[in-house]
């Protein structure tokens, strides 16, 4: 310690000047150690060096200089390029200040900062001035985070705040104003003015603000600036995203919680507005809402995170989402900050939207989805899209509808839909051709035509799965059901099911129903279905009654049953067969010769189609009275009758050996009772258009024999009637 110093008359000090010199270094944690426990956490290992000088004018302290300089120091964070030495001067100036015997009223200026022994210039001096309430005063017009960013980010306790500063690419904040707590190191009050703040993308989006005033009270936080933010996240949009605050942005501090809340409070984000609230926010802890209007889905899709999804992903977001309006999202956030986004059950993160005349694609295979209001919910990582109606196509509505996409953030994904349909039997045939349903169980070509179909029906889709990402070589799958209400089914002409009633249950590999009901041919029927796997083929079981009521033809209704195969696509057998069998006998004929109870006795009609190519080939056995053959081929008008192959009378081997198209009648007939089935015949009422459709076929010479013929009560024995028809010449009967 060095002075000089001159008396006065009292023999007190009038002036002088004193100065006090460190005669070794002082040890750092043993001077923290007289300090608080949160000091002791923050200072390093090192030594301090003190310097201190001063000057005394009219008996009282007139100026006074300490310096203080650290080295060798030793930080507790594990942060690279935190300084070896730190210096700084203190100044008092008693020109300045009202001098009190309480420290609390002296202001210090804190000046010549230097880190690694360089001097920070871009800090202008900081007055420093205890108050007191036991709190320290800082004030500074401006000051350059830049070279205390480092040093700034070991002491920051907040993580997000500190990897803030230490990603700032340009910091300049002015005005700066606060208290310290001198125990606790907390700033209850702050006022600090960022003139610019720019933090390049890296991890973490980036952004770009200036002149944002901050002031800060124990109870409240209040945020103002009149520039935009500018927030660039290219995992979100490839551009800057303008945000706009209010006036004022203004947080509360709960002391109860240790958090602060935020009232709602409308910001901007490209011009569509966004309702923050928050409940609880502090360094840990989240609880926050919020919700955004934007005007379309092609607004919406600008913001999706394409860089963090597959390519395919990608392709069906662009096509899928089509069309949308007026969207409103609704979101939450509530969990421990450091355990976002919550996929594992320890927070909430849950999206929820409204979209108005949306438009879905979710596959080319599918019809799309037009015109409807969906809810959209989405929790990490899975979305979901409720309907309640949708127009599927015209005179088709879907109710409940759900499309499930899980999973999003892995390679593999795929979505679920599931829905009800209720609506037409025609339409329905129709959505299930354009569908891959009809397709994938090879009844394509039978439900095209929509007109053999009629009635009401509920189509049930329990889980459609397709993929849309990954699932290398992965098809769609399919899991529902129909409900026939009393539907028609056209089968050929003059064949109809009416009034079919029951469930028939369906995947993209089998059809399924233990029982549906019928009406046909004035009779009614019961079938069941179920599926080979082996062979992949639908077969149908199906017993019943013909002409069940009263008629001229049977006094009883005729039992019959049928064996139906259906091929899947996948089939290696292709073409759909019929095989039934109708007990004749039990019918009691009472029909005319050579038809009659007795023709029929023990006698059952075998009937065997094949429906393949666009060609109907139907095989009818009657023992001891008839043999045929019949071709239909399809049209545009439908299927037409091309070819009649028939054997009448006793049984002929391998009759139809020949291939080909023309048509014949051959054999005999023991008795044919015109007098009796003329009436019948005109009580069929056979149309004009079956009469030309037999007219127009190619007929081979044909010739029946007839033993008895009786016309107008009169026997005509040993008949003979033949035929011959082309297109040259038209068809003529010869009676011999």
Do not use: C
């Not at 200036?210 to 109870?219: A, F, G, R, S």
């Not at 979100?236 to 947080?251: A, G, S, T, W, Y």
């Not at 015109?371 to 919910?377: L, S, T, V």
């Not at 190619?698 to 009169?714: A, D, H």
Request: without cysteine.
């Amino acid at each position: 310690m060095k002075s000089t110093f001159t008396p006065n008359v009292w023999g007190g000090l009038e002036t002088g000047d004193f100065s006090v010199s460190s005669f070794r270094p002082l040890r750092i944690e043993r001077l923290s150690k007289l300090l608080s426990i949160n000091w002791q956490e923050v200072l390093p290992k090192g030594e301090l060096i003190l310097d201190m000088k001063g000057a005394v004018s009219q008996s009282k302290l007139a100026n006074l200089e300490l310096n203080l300089n650290t080295q060798a120091l030793v930080w507790r964070q594990q942060h690279q390029k935190l300084p070896s030495n730190v210096g700084m001067q203190l100044n008092w100036q008693a020109e300045y200040q009202n001098i009190k015997r309480d420290f609390t009223d002296w202001h210090f200026s804190l000046s010549k900062i230097q880190l690694d022994n360089h001097y920070i210039s871009t800090v202008s001096p900081m007055d420093l001035y205890a108050s007191n309430d036991g709190f320290l005063n800082f004030d500074a017009e401006y000051f350059d985070i830049e070279p205390f960013k480092v040093l700034v980010k070991s002491l920051i306790k907040t993580p997000q705040i500190a990897a803030l500063f230490d990603r700032s690419a340009f910091l300049s904040i002015s005005n700066l104003k606060g208290k310290l707590n001198w125990h606790t190191l907390d700033i209850p009050e702050l006022d600090i003015l960022f003139d610019k703040l720019d933090v390049p993308v890296t991890d973490y989006p980036g952004m770009s603000l200036q002149q944002m005033q901050i002031h800060k009270t124990p109870n409240k936080m209040v945020i103002s600036t009149n520039k935009p933010l500018w927030i660039m996240s290219p995992t979100i949009r490839n551009k800057p995203m303008q945000v706009n605050l209010p006036k004022e942005l203004i947080f509360n501090f709960d002391a109860n919680k240790k958090s602060w809340n935020l009232p709602e409070t409308i910001v901007e984000i490209d011009k569509m507005p966004l309702s923050l609230t928050a409940e609880q926010l502090n360094s840990e802890f989240i609880n926050s809402q919020f919700k955004l209007h934007m005007p379309s889905m092609a607004k919406l899709k600008e913001y999706l995170p394409y860089s963090l999804m597959t390519d395919r992903l990608k392709v069906w977001l662009t096509e899928g989402l089509q069309g949308g309006e007026n969207i409103v999202i609704n979101g939450q956030m509530k969990g421990r900050i450091n355990d976002f986004p919550f996929d594992n059950g320890q927070g909430i993160f849950k999206l929820n939207a409204s979209v108005a005349n949306a438009k879905l694609n979710f596959n080319s295979k599918w019809p799309m989805l037009t015109n409807f209001d969906a809810d959209i919910e989405f929790t990490p990582y899975n979305l979901k899209i409720l309907v309640d109606k949708v127009d599927v196509k015209p005179g088709i509505s879907a109710k409940n509808v759900v499309v499930n996409i899980q999973e999003l953030h892995q390679t593999d994904i795929a979505l679920t839909v599931s829905g009800k349909v209720d609506a037409p039997l025609n339409r329905v045939a129709e959505y299930l051709t354009e569908s891959p349903i009809a397709n994938k169980i090879g009844m394509q070509a039978f439900f095209k035509d929509g007109s053999k179909f009629s009635g009401n029906t509920t189509v049930v889709l329990d889980k459609v799965w397709v993929p849309i990402s990954g699932y290398d070589k992965a098809s769609e799958t399919v899991a529902g059901s129909v409900q026939f209400k009393g539907s028609n089914i056209k089968l050929i002409d003059k064949l109809e099911l009416q009034k079919v009633k029951g469930k028939l249950s369906f995947t993209e590999k089998s059809v399924t129903a233990k029982k549906l009901t019928f009406e046909t041919l004035k009779g009614s029927g019961v079938a069941s279905v179920k599926t080979n796997p082996k062979s992949k083929r639908v077969l149908v079981s199906a017993r019943g009654d013909l002409l069940a009521n009263r008629n001229d033809w049977f006094a009883n209704p005729i039992p019959w049953h049928a064996q139906v195969s259906v091929p899947f696509k996948s089939s290696q057998t292709k073409g759909i067969s019929v095989a039934a069998v109708v007990d004749l006998d039990k019918g009691g004929s009472l029909l005319p010769a050579p038809l009659g109870k007795t023709d029929l006795k023990s006698k059952k009609l075998k009937f065997d189609t094949t429906i393949n190519n666009n060609l109907i080939e139907s095989s009818i056995v009657l023992p001891g009275l008839l043999q045929s053959e019949l071709l239909w081929k399809s049209t545009k008008k439908g299927y037409e009758l091309k070819a009649i192959k028939s054997y009448l009378g006793d049984y002929v081997k391998n009759p139809f050996s020949q291939k080909s198209t023309d048509s014949f009648v051959k054999g005999s007939i023991k008795e044919l009772n015109l007098d009796k089935w003329i009436p019948l015949i005109e009580k069929m009422g056979f149309s004009k258009e079956g009469e030309s459709t037999v007219q127009a076929l190619t007929w081979q010479k044909s010739l029946v024999s007839i033993k008895n013929t009786i016309y107008f009560s009169r026997s005509y024995q040993d008949i003979d009637i033949s035929w011959q028809a082309n297109k040259a010449s038209p068809l003529k009967f010869n009676l011999l």
